[in-house]
């Protein structure tokens, strides 16, 4: 199958037809303008993100909608005026920056207060340059598709999203490089050009001097991404090299060998785990958390897998493979692919070099019998564990961190 044909079966099936979401919205729009308008307050609703740019995928159940508040607002807890307009829906408070709201309905809203600016400078919150986004977007007209089909790409290849536990392509990130390169294809083939600090600077803010003139803590990421809208911020600050590394070698993939299934997304079941493993040790994990915040938790459940994977790495198991899922509540799942083999009881363990004779003596005092190799003290230690397996009873049992971040972890 030729890559156009390919795109355009993958779109028919990403994009929406009906019209159902669209009168939901344009409902719940309506009733909230009315409310806003009864309480006297000087503000509007109006749709943001990938509902408002007309680059939401099929299935999609989440809606921003903006309440902008007038400039004179600007000394006041807008948030707070909000809360007392949304009483009528019992909203969710989620803390921020800036409080915003939760409302599920047919749809999950999320309710952003905002300054009503049409000047950057006005912004008393990074949230208020949100409506100032969509207003780019829709100013390149023709990339709602190609926009579509970035995004699903990305979701396919687990590299979606800005939060802190993912660190992937935000959307707005994808609606900047799709329309900069002007299209999906484009964009994979200039991926695979990007050197480390790539600077992306589609309004032509900054010559060649970007790196130099932002502040150095928002260029850690691997590629830069100039704001259109605010060109002190690099909209691509999320971004870990991992991910971006994961993207260009689907990129490069994809544009070698085209294939529907590079945008199909494919959650891993019991089965494929299995198969991946073949010969190799598979560890399953069921592991609950509190709710709360979801990127907090997700951060959370991050740093108890990558505990984990850590600990197996520093008693020597190979880890082939490894990942976790999580259905966004309390409930997630580690697995953990590693050399099926026991270690050696026996291991060398490598100590300081030998002109730091302080630290050498100190080596020996711990150790019976001691040797040279390469210029370092070396011994030879009993291992603690030998089997992967009574490693991870140990850390499930022991390991105070993991309880730090998650409330329970069982074998599956």
Known sequence: MKIDEILAKSLAKIKPKDKKTVKEVKEFLEKLNVAIKKSKVKAVATIGGSMAKDTYLKGDHDCDIFVRFDLSYKDKDISKELSKILKPWKAESVHGSRDYYHIKNELNYELVPVLNIKDPKDAANVTDMSPLHVDWVKKHPGMNDEIRLAKQFCKANGVYGAESYIK???????????IQYGGF????????????????????????????????SKTDSPIIIIDPVLPSRNAAAALSYEKLEIFKKAAARFLKNPDAAALEIKEKTIEDLKKDASGNKLIMLDVATEKGKEDVIGARILKAFQQIRNQLKFYDFAVIDAGWKWDKLTKSMFWYIVDARDLFPITKWV?????ETERVENFKEKHEKTFIEDGMVCTYMKRKFVNADDLIDHIIKNDEYIYEKVKKVVRK
């Open 168 to 178: 992937g392509f935000s959307g707005h990130v994808l609606d900047i490089l799709v």
């Open 185 to 216: 294809l484009k964009l994979l083939k200039a991926s695979q050009k990007w050197q480390d600090k790539e600077v992306i600077d589609p309004e032509k803010f900054y010559k060649k001097d970007a790196l130099q003139k932002l502040n150095s």
């Open 351 to 355: 100590g300081p070099p030998v002109e």
